[in-house]
């Protein structure tokens, strides 16, 4: 019975293995460089190099997800990074919002952060762009 839970929800599982270390990634590069520089710029660099894991390990882990060529490949991409771009508006939103405008702790505004990015890029992913191509 265990094995066809996982079975079932496999990609739920993975994806939230993989989220779990795509937000991690996102939340240490974004500790260790916020100190360094200024808030929004760490996060866009969090958020890009979290995004470029994320990419790989849902096209080839959660989602399973087989290109064939090139342009095929570059419009998944396109999509990915599409969506991606998306979630960082809502990011650099929640962002603003907890740090410059409630004050609260820049770290504990991140993990709040990802959580809510977590769930809405799951969606994004599902329905729209791994979806395209399977």
């Known amino acids: 019975m265990i094995i ?3 079975k079932k929800y496999r990609s739920v599982i993975s994806y939230l293995v993989f989220g779990g270390l795509t ?3 996102n ?3 974004f500790a260790l460089l916020n100190p360094i520089m200024n808030y929004q710029v760490a996060n866009i660099i969090a ?3 979290s995004v470029l894991f994320a990419y ?3 096209k080839i882990w959660v989602f399973s997800s087989k290109t064939h060529g090139f ?5 998944e991409m396109s999509s990915f990074f599409f969506f991606r771009i998306l979630s960082l508006i809502m990011d650099v939103f929640m962002m603003w919002l907890g740090i410059s405008v409630l004050h609260a702790n820049p770290v504990l505004t991140k993990i709040v952060d990802n959580v809510v990015v977590v769930v809405a890029n799951y ?4 329905w729209y762009i791994f979806k395209l191509n399977n």
């Open 47 to 49: 958020w890009f190099l």
């Open 71 to 75: 342009t095929a490949l570059i419009e």
């Open 4 to 6: 066809q839970l996982i």
């Open 56 to 58: 790989v390990t849902n």
């Open 23 to 25: 937000t991690l990634i």
């Open 27 to 29: 939340i240490i590069v």
């Open 123 to 126: 969606f994004f992913s599902k």
